[in-house]
């Protein structure tokens, strides 16, 4: 057995503190007010404030048109979020399902084409997308917003890889045991994946969840404004001599904390669950 | 219950010069328990998917029952496999393991659960019912395999090498039991091995299979007394059999200068390849001599390892014999197994083959 080691354990805490301390901080400082953040900086100790900020962040009707609440902020991302997440699932184990299962002609060229796709993120094609989306009249919609970044390479391949570690054999046995390829998808692959659809979920919602660019070109329209557009808007009213609201831009920085953490602690258990189960 | 009728079949495989399998003809009588054995690389499992669907047939014809089953599906072909790695689906408990080829037939429920009840009751597998294979050892993953074949009652059982991924101990214990198995259910079964002793113990009759051929095909004892060709003589039986060069000079077969027979019919003239089991040479006052080159010791017997002017040679001796330097041996002549040197097929001597045991070509 391994003896407690102090100096591990300095390192461990070290570590943590640093990562969690800026975290801290901006939960802090949301709680104070915004003059108090003006004069006084970053706080480290909580304030009297938080409740109300809180609230009039989520409740608040802002913007130009005042429509857009900070509720209404996190709603939109979390239908992008988990439209990416999913739809990218999906979309990806579709794909690689037929990649590694049918024989078709051409299926490694198009599986490298879908691979180098990697090499072309969104802002390399996000002109052409935006026309497409423009000439279909889907700005300023969900679907417009999810649909184009909806093929995922990164997911493919991480799919096409895992299903080639199936073994041949069971594929074999379903057929026997006469599945056809939707009831093997749906009875063996499906059950089979989910330390890796939880993998790929956690990346892909929080990626959808942290859309910046995209968002911003394809809507104008207040109603589909993500969290990370409140944010910045929130810092670009100087207006005056008005004091920029820094509480507020720490709040809604902590709820746009929120949902990914809470999807990677729940789809960790999952997938390190899933890690330590199988043996093979 | 069926027939498997094999009729020259060959498989190329795209893109491949030679054919893998070439020009097979078997004829398998149901309730038989047929045993496919052959080093690797020869064709032996190719043949066995071919019959269960999962390889295209090139050439020929695969007929299960009196049914061609060349396109039909492996789901419909009533016949079930059992995989060298078990293939067992990972997330579903032993029950359902067994149980989905059913459920996936639309087998009513209550008759699953009966015939997955009778299965788990022949092959012990009730109290690991509701387990994962994850959670089984490899013996009882390999007992839920077969038990997944055996719920199907199908016409066939396809065996691709199921014992390879068990210890010693565990093999020999498992292949008693597909053996009871077998016997019970009389289900036609068509078993590959590259394990010989394996072969030998469980078939009623034996396919040797060398480069996509059939060498020979007979019951295990008649393979192992009258092997056809020099391939099947040193494949079968542990140690293999002793192949010498030899010559026939007119009535006499000699080694070297030593005649180990003499008789008016011999078979084949000039040289020849000679083969003699180890268990067929016995030390005697005169005979041939014998430089003894080292020794196995396997505790009921003893292998010898030796020389026979300048030819190696393993005999099996009796271990409380002392052991000497230099033996002379001598062995029964109708023991001598005569090869051709160029095609490797087997001389009979004239007169042996005419009043002797009719022997499949």
Not at chain 2, 43 to 67: C, F, N, P, Q, Y
Request: with cysteine; charged share 20%; glycine share 8%.
């Amino acid at each position: 057995m391994n003896r407690i080691r102090p100096l591990d354990h300095l390192i461990l805490i070290l570590g943590t503190l640093f990562m969690v301390m800026p975290v801290v901080v901006a939960i802090m400082t949301s709680t104070h007010t915004a003059v108090e953040i003006h004069t006084g900086g970053l706080q480290i100790l909580p304030g009297n404030d938080g409740y109300d900020t809180y609230q009039t962040v989520l409740t608040r009707q802002g913007g130009f048109t005042g429509q857009v609440t900070g509720a209404r902020m996190v709603m939109n991302s979390l239908i992008l979020g988990l439209g990416f997440a999913i739809g990218k699932i999906v979309l990806s184990m579709a794909a690689a399902y037929a990649l590694v299962y049918f024989r078709f002609r051409f299926a490694t060229l198009m599986f490298w084409v879908i691979f180098t796709t990697l090499l072309l993120p969104l802002e390399v094609r996000i002109m052409p997308s935006y026309q497409v989306m423009s000439q279909l009249g889907l700005l300023n919609s969900y679907t417009g917003l999810i649909l184009p970044l909806l093929a995922s390479a990164t997911g493919t391949f991480y799919f096409r890889q895992f299903f080639k570690s199936i073994p041949d054999e069971l594929l074999e046995a379903a057929r026997i045991d006469g599945a056809g390829p939707v009831k093997f998808f749906i009875d063996v692959i499906l059950p089979l994946s989910k330390t890796m659809m939880a993998a790929i979920f956690i990346i892909m919602f929080v990626y959808g969840w942290n859309q910046y660019l995209w968002p911003m070109l394809m809507t104008t329209d207040e109603r589909f404004f993500t969290l990370m557009r409140g944010i910045k808007q929130i810092l670009q009213v100087w207006v005056g001599s008005q004091i920029p609201d820094y509480n507020e831009a720490f709040a809604l920085a902590v709820l746009a904390l929120l949902p990914p953490v809470l999807v990677v602690v729940v789809f960790q258990r999952w997938f390190i669950k899933g890690l330590t189960e199988s043996d093979k | 219950m069926a027939a498997i009728t094999i009729t020259n079949v060959s498989k190329t495989y795209p893109g491949a010069a030679a054919p893998s399998i070439s020009d097979i003809n078997l004829t398998i009588q149901d309730g038989e328990f047929i045993v496919l054995v052959g080093p690797s690389g020869c064709g032996k499992s190719t043949l066995l998917r071919m019959v269960a669907g999962l390889e295209e047939i090139t050439v020929g014809e695969v007929k299960i029952g009196d049914r061609v089953v060349n396109n039909v599906d492996p789901a419909d072909r009533d016949i079930a496999m059992v995989f060298q790695n078990y293939a067992l689906y990972p997330h579903m408990s032993v029950r359902e393991n067994m149980a989905y080829g059913l459920k996936n037939r639309k087998t009513p429920k209550a008759e699953i659960e009966a015939r997955v009840a009778e299965a788990a009751r022949m092959l012990e597998l009730g109290p690991y019912l509701d387990r994962k294979p994850r959670a089984l050892s490899g013996g009882q993953r390999q007992r839920v395999a077969m038990g997944r074949a055996v719920v199907r009652q199908p016409a066939a059982f396809l065996f691709d090498e199921p014992l390879s991924n068990l210890d010693a101990k565990l093999r020999v214990s498992m292949r008693g039991e597909i053996r009871r198995l077998q016997k019970r259910l009389a289900t036609t079964s068509l078993y590959v091995t590259h394990d010989q002793l394996e072969a030998m113990t469980l078939a009623d009759r034996l396919v040797v299979l060398n480069a996509g051929r059939i060498e020979q095909v007979g019951a295990p004892l008649e393979i192992y007394h009258r092997p056809a060709t020099t391939f099947v003589a040193s494949f079968i039986g542990a140690p293999a059999m002793n192949l010498l060069d030899a010559e026939v000079d007119g009535s006499r077969l000699r080694i070297g200068s030593h005649v180990i027979d003499a008789r008016r019919n011999m078979a084949g003239q000039g040289a020849i390849t000679l083969g003699i089991r180890a268990e067929d040479l016995h030390p005697s006052a005169t005979g041939l001599p014998f430089k003894v080159d080292f020794v196995e010791e396997l505790g009921a017997q003893r292998l010898v390892h030796g020389l026979i002017d300048g030819q190696a040679l393993v005999l099996i001796l009796d271990p409380h014999l002392p052991l000497q330097d230099e033996l002379r041996l001598s062995v029964n002549s109708d023991k001598l197994h005569l090869f051709d040197i160029l095609s490797g097929r087997r001389l009979e001597h004239p007169q042996t083959a005419a009043n002797g045991i009719p022997v499949p070509a």
